[in-house]
């Protein structure tokens, strides 16, 4: 049974970092057969890929915010975070972290962490 | 960036009605188009990959078709618990893109 949960601050001030941690239970995080994205959700509107790590550590970024982020990946943790800095109010959203099959896309999610950026 | 354009952006259609959602892209992707539906409050769930193949566990009465710049996801026969939004996303290279989303209400 795979299992994906976000976890980080749920506020996070104008020009700070945004950081979340995706935590993966079940036995998929070594596969090379998956890799490990993020994926962003405004309120009321749509879907944006944010990046997507490997586990052993290969990146790929959304040309849009490549800039403002940083992908890592701890193994031994079963563990892939994000770092999205300098953030604005437009960064306030639900973030999701997804596992991404080589053949299917994102075929699992975890339930998603609204991070709201206000002072 | 692919982009990809979803019509209708809604629709209001009853129990029993075949619903049809159109995605384009603006450029040939293959057959490299996955569905997503979102019941608000939940995150995504992965319908259709490769543009017509099934996720394990997902109704029969979904079903997707198409290649290259043109697909479509077909609900057979409406049901209430398929009220929510759907979402095509391609699969042909980095950086991932979707649509902006359909949502299907039921009247």
Redesign the interface.
Known sequence: QLDLQESGPGLVKPSETLSLTCTVSGDSFKTTTYYWGWIRQPPGK????IA?ISSSGST????SLRRRLTLSVDTSKSQFSVNLYSVTAADTAVY?C?RENT?????S????ILVTVSS | AIQLTQSPSSLSASVGDRVTITCRTSQDIASALTWYQQIPGRPPKLLIYDAARLQSGVPSRFSGSGSGREFTLTISSLQPEDSATYYCQHFYGYPWTFGQGTAVEIK
Request: proline share 5%; no cysteine.
């Open positions: 749509g879907l944006e890929w997507t790929y970024y959304n040309p999701y997804a053949v299917t896309s994102f075929d999610w975890g339930l998603g």
